[in-house]
């Protein structure tokens, strides 16, 4: 049975050099951008609030609403499921669908003030080894317990979504280890709607329930 | 005496020290040389001051080198930076043509080349001529404001940017199209350093006498060069404005840099505005005054910066790691650093600035709130450790072009 290796992630931001002053140029902006980009505004917030939940869970939600003015749209588009999704380009389907019923309905476009226009970003991942790594699930408890958010947000959110494993990390290798019940859990856990910390917390208790 | 990266440790903890160890280690046999246009003044010079050290002790084989050029150079480079910022002042053909020969001059002055050349700002942005022929990568760090510039000094650079490797910015507000990479890295402030470490009160209090300061007074100080585009003028009229209700002091601090001619005149009209006000200090500081400007930070009730274009707007970050209240102008990269009423305060205007003074100075706790938010924000995301992090991240991200890069 192979340990288990706990890495981390470092981001680089890139500027696409793209902007939206409308929801019509939001709309054409989602359409184009790299994968990467969508990936981005999603999940940007989930690191910088560490243990606050944020108010609204994507960039593109927070833009309509504060800088557009448009709540409803704004709430629609924050109300996107993500967990639901485990690819990326099924996630810009969803947003490109509900913008478009909304060009639909509403044929007066409003502009944003000059300077608050949506640019669009992206990001760049770097996958560094940590000294932690488990052979059993008391070790693999001790680890979580000590790793960084960076870590547990890399085996939980980027190797599902990102790196197209379908499942988070940790539920494959227990799996492996014959913990399917507890990997199972795991994997049902909707890790959006938990801080990091709160997540972490959760799993920890989860794991303690087998030891 | 400089801090060294183990310093560090404490403050930011172990983990980020030995990832920056660990990056470090990936960059081996590979030289980076940094070019800018002045050794000291401003914060870019700063910044290199601090980030080459020690990013040789980590390893890395990271030198920086100044651009030699002459008054009239930066006298040019002066109305190029103008106008980046969107102030309409003429530059002429032959300006241009002087611009480009310094910049020719300096390509067989330059004793030696690295495998990576990261250049600063547009002073020596024509050096990127010299890529031909060396066959290295180039980065091209844009420090400024270029949220509004005029075209025509915009078309002029671009030519030279779109032939580097990849472009950096300060905040997403100053990306503009471009054929080339851009990737997003703000600057930082040094928590050890000179101008940001932690300072005993006698020091502090030695520093006010000196310039005459009343330390009992309440003290509203704003540091920086002595420039145009900072706003010297308008800060004295929000603090006349405060004056009449509220018997405080202002303290307007700051020194020139080689590459900035243009401070003696600003200092002059400053002065003369002041001069109605026994409660004005105009204090011109010669370059590498860091343990004053961080005594007058430390002293002060409350830290203005009231740009009227910014690029990042480091004095304010500095501030905040202070745990001072801070009013800046919701312009450049502050709106990066400032969330209005959370971790410090936004205006737009004289009046709103003399009135948010008003209200901090009447409402002290709530002051102190913003500006421990302030410094939470500052740990996390505009500490030179991060800085670090994102360079060499940025040297590694030449070499590979996946969106995905395992580092084991």
Redesign the interface.
Known sequence: MQPFYFH?R?T???????IAKNVKELYEGIKEV?P?SIYHHTHRYLEQHRYFSPEHPNDFSYWITTSLGLKKLGEKIASVDIFQFSDIEDLRKKFLEILENFLKSSPALRNCLP?EEF?F?????????TPYKATNLVEFLNCLEKV?IHSLYFHIFEARL??KKHDNDFSCWLRDLGYKELADRISKLDPYTYTLEGLRKRIINLVKSYL | MNSRIDDYRKIVGNEIIDELYLLAQKLKGISIQNINSTPSGGGVAEILSRIVPLMQELGVNIWWDVMEAEEEFFSITKKIHNRLHGVDIPLSKKELEHFLEVNDQNTIKMKKWADIVFIHDPQPIALIKMKRKLKNKWIWRCHIDFSSPCRDIWLFLKKFIEKYDVSVFSAPIFSRPLSIRQVLIPPSIDPLSDKNKELEAHFIDEILNRFGIDKEKPIITQISRFDYLKDPIGVIKAFKLVKKYIDCQLVLAGGGARDDPEGERVLEEVKNEASSSRDIFVIYLPPNSHLEINALQRASTIILQKSLREGFGLTVTEALWKEKPVIASCVGGIPLQIAHKYSGILTYTIEGTAHWIRRLLHEPEYARRLARNGKQHVKNSFLITRHIQDYLLLFLSLFNKSDLIYLD
Do not use: A, D, M
């Open positions: 981390t470092i680089q931001v890139e500027l696409l050099g793209r790299p990467s300077q640019r970003l992206s990001s760049r991942i770097f996958i560094l080894p960084t990102r790196l």
